[in-house]
């Protein structure tokens, strides 16, 4: 993760101070709706997950959504270093509905902002999540934090995966040069150029 201010995300994560989420990124504090959604965030985070950005907005009833759910719902909107989660939390019991979008599933994220709000669009490639009537400066932080994210985890899911050092001894090397040499493989020189390095190690 080389997100600048990671380590101050880490930190503000791990206190539940969800108010220095919104300083660190330099938007106002936006619990319009979700203080219910806030109060509960913890407790729908993995283990070393972090909070980056987060925004309130409003979305229609998904698969996920109560039965008793109608129409549009606020909901709190929650990116992390490995996730979005949305939260809803419901007005009349400690039901929560959720929806969790792995970063690696996402192919792009997009901001549109009108003249007081703005929107969220998630594309996970057969369908777009949209949430929207958020405060148009947090969409935009929410639409960059992420696609870094994503063209991060991207990197390195193509970079070749190193091979495993082995924890073998010099003494071992040794036998294994000396039976490289015996089948043919290495010549006297190159045997002796090995060796030396080998034993320098002891």
């Known amino acids: 993760m080389t997100l600048s201010k990671f380590d101050h995300y880490k930190s503000a994560t791990a206190t539940k101070d969800w108010k220095e989420i919104f300083r660190l990124n330099e938007v106002a504090y936006d619990t319009f709706g979700t203080l219910k959604e806030m109060a509960v965030l913890h407790e729908y985070l993995e283990e070393g997950e972090v909070v980056v950005a987060m925004t309130s907005g409003v979305m229609g009833q998904g698969e996920t959504s109560n039965a008793l759910d109608m129409g549009w719902n606020t909901w709190l909107l929650v990116l992390t270093n490995e996730r979005f989660l949305l939260l809803d939390h419901a007005l009349m019991s400690k039901s929560v509905d959720t929806q969790s979008i ?20 998630i594309d996970i490639g057969n369908r777009m999540i949209v949430v929207d009537n958020c405060l148009k400066a ?29 924890d073998r001894t010099p003494v071992e090397e040794l036998k294994d040069l000396a039976a490289l040499k015996e089948s043919g493989i290495l010549s006297e020189i190159e045997f002796s150029e090995a060796k030396k390095k080998i034993l320098a190690k002891l």
């Open 138 to 166: 947090s969409v935009k932080i929410v639409a960059e934090l992420a696609n870094k994210l994503i063209k991060e985890q991207s990197v390195q899911s193509s970079e070749p995966k190193t091979a495993p050092a082995t």
């Open 102 to 121: 792995r970063l690696d599933r996402v192919q792009g994220v997009s901001a549109s902002q009108g003249w007081v709000f703005g929107k969220v669009s």
